[in-house]
């Protein structure tokens, strides 16, 4: 309810400008010792009034009115008025207004059930129960676990991909460091923990994404999908050559890979090299190598080596090295 009048002081304390008493006056006009305006106390028990020394009583020794006070007495004109303070009017806080109050200045635990007393919410327009044993579904977000997948470039192929919580049928996107997108051509549920994919990349790097029915998803951390060309054997398949027996010898091996990585390993996949001989190689050359033993007669091995590159793609060649008995002569290059 809106008030008639002047606002009195409230919540404030105001000290008031000197007063010089004469002896003969008791009225005196209240100013804001500060900013000179005039001041209204609210009562005259909000004021503290000391003269000569001696604090006044409210309403015993000084009555007011609007913005002026008056003594019982006029104050002689040898006394003092020490100080006039306006100590202003207690409020109520009230009620806060709108948007006022911030989560910082709500007491912890100060909200509770019973001061939820609204049965539903809105959230993005759409009506939420929160009575009764309402549940509130969680998404159990696909993983993936596949670390590194090799596929053969600009060529429809399928590779397995292989995590968690896959639903059947997800949808599966392959990502290019550019960011493009590609999705896939073919998505084959097998269970859970595995798919097959098919599509069809140019020569690349791919993060992987797979996203559920439901919405949930996940991009591999890193590009695990690679797109390239297998490594291409240098060496001729065949014979790499013959050596006497109790010779030592060495054969060299050579693979390329594509301009994306080494090869990192030569490895023995099937077949056996000379007695005496081992097979090493680094991220270039592989080396059959060794001083001959065991055998009796001449006698031709056959084996098959497999190059792999960093992509983890291989590729198998078949060679042959023939130990002769009774011939003279050293051993013969490739």
Same mark, same amino acid.
């Given at each position: 309810?809106a008030?008639i009048?002047?606002?009195?002081?409230?919540?404030?304390?105001?000290?008031c400008?000197?007063?010089t008493?004469?002896?003969?006056?008791?009225?005196?006009?209240?100013t804001?010792?500060?900013?000179?305006?005039?001041?209204y106390?609210?009562?005259?028990?909000?004021?503290?009034?000391?003269?000569?020394?001696?604090?006044q009583?409210?309403?015993?020794?000084?009555?007011?009115n609007?913005?002026?006070?008056?003594f019982?007495?006029?104050?002689?004109?040898?006394?003092?008025?020490d100080?006039?303070?306006i100590?202003?009017?207690?409020?109520?806080?009230?009620?806060?207004s709108?948007?006022?109050?911030d989560?910082v200045?709500?007491?912890?635990?100060a909200?509770?059930?019973?001061?939820?007393?609204?049965?539903?919410?809105?959230?993005n327009?759409?009506?939420v129960?929160?009575?009764?044993?309402?549940?509130?579904?969680?998404?159990?977000?696909?993983?993936?676990?596949?670390?590194?997948?090799? $596929?053969?470039?600009s060529?429809?192929?399928? &590779? +397995? /991909?292989t995590?968690?919580n896959?639903? %059947?049928v =997800? #949808?599966?996107?392959?990502?290019?460091?550019?960011?493009?997108i590609?999705v896939?051509?073919?998505?084959?549920?097998?269970?859970?923990?595995?798919?097959t994919?098919?599509?069809?990349?140019?020569?690349?790097?791919?993060?992987?994404?797979?996203e559920?029915?439901?919405g949930?998803?996940?991009r591999?951390?890193?590009a695990?999908?690679?797109?390239?060309?297998?490594?291409?054997?240098?060496?001729?398949?065949?014979?790499?050559?013959? $050596?006497?027996?109790?010779?030592t010898?060495? &054969? +060299? /091996?050579?693979a390329?890979?594509?301009? %994306?990585g =080494? #090869?990192?390993?030569?490895?023995?996949?099937?077949?056996?090299?000379?007695?005496?001989?081992?097979?090493?190689?680094?991220?270039?050359?592989?080396?059959?190598?060794?001083?001959?033993s065991?055998?009796?007669?001449?006698?031709?091995?056959?084996?098959?080596?497999r190059?792999?590159?960093?992509?983890?793609?291989?590729t198998?060649?078949?060679?042959?090295?023939?130990?002769?008995?009774?011939?003279?002569?050293?051993?013969?290059?490739?």
């Amino acid at each position: 309810m809106a008030l008639i009048g002047r606002n009195t002081v409230t919540g404030n304390f105001v000290k008031c400008s000197s007063l010089t008493p004469d002896g003969s006056t008791t009225t005196f006009t209240l100013t804001n010792a500060t900013t000179g305006d005039n001041v209204y106390p609210g009562s005259q028990n909000s004021l503290l009034v000391s003269v000569s020394g001696v604090i006044q009583a409210p309403g015993d020794a000084f009555t007011i009115n609007n913005n002026t006070i008056t003594f019982t007495e006029a104050p002689g004109s040898s006394d003092t008025i020490d100080f006039v303070i306006i100590l202003g009017d207690l409020v109520s806080i009230g009620t806060p207004s709108n948007d006022t109050v911030d989560t910082v200045h709500i007491k912890n635990s100060a909200v509770h059930n019973t001061k939820l007393q609204h049965s539903s919410i809105t959230i993005n327009g759409q009506s939420v129960s929160l009575g009764g044993s309402t549940t509130i579904s969680t998404i159990d977000r696909p993983t993936i676990t596949s670390t590194s997948i090799a $596929i053969e470039p600009s060529t429809g192929t399928t &590779f +397995t /991909l292989t995590g968690t919580n896959f639903q %059947s049928v =997800p #949808i599966v996107e392959l990502i290019s460091s550019t960011g493009a997108i590609t999705v896939a051509s073919s998505v084959t549920f097998n269970s859970s923990t595995s798919l097959t994919v098919g599509t069809n990349l140019a020569a690349g790097d791919y993060f992987v994404r797979v996203e559920n029915n439901d919405g949930g998803a996940v991009r591999s951390s890193s590009a695990i999908l690679h797109s390239s060309i297998a490594p291409a054997w240098q060496t001729a398949a065949g014979s790499l050559g013959s $050596i006497a027996a109790g010779a030592t010898q060495s &054969f +060299t /091996l050579l693979a390329y890979d594509d301009s %994306s990585g =080494p #090869i990192t390993q030569y490895s023995l996949q099937s077949g056996s090299l000379p007695g005496g001989f081992t097979l090493s190689g680094d991220s270039s050359i592989g080396t059959i190598s060794g001083t001959e033993s065991g055998s009796t007669g001449t006698t031709t091995y056959s084996f098959t080596i497999r190059a792999t590159d960093d992509d983890g793609q291989t590729t198998d060649r078949a060679f042959t090295i023939t130990v002769s008995h009774g011939a003279s002569g050293g051993g013969q290059f490739n």
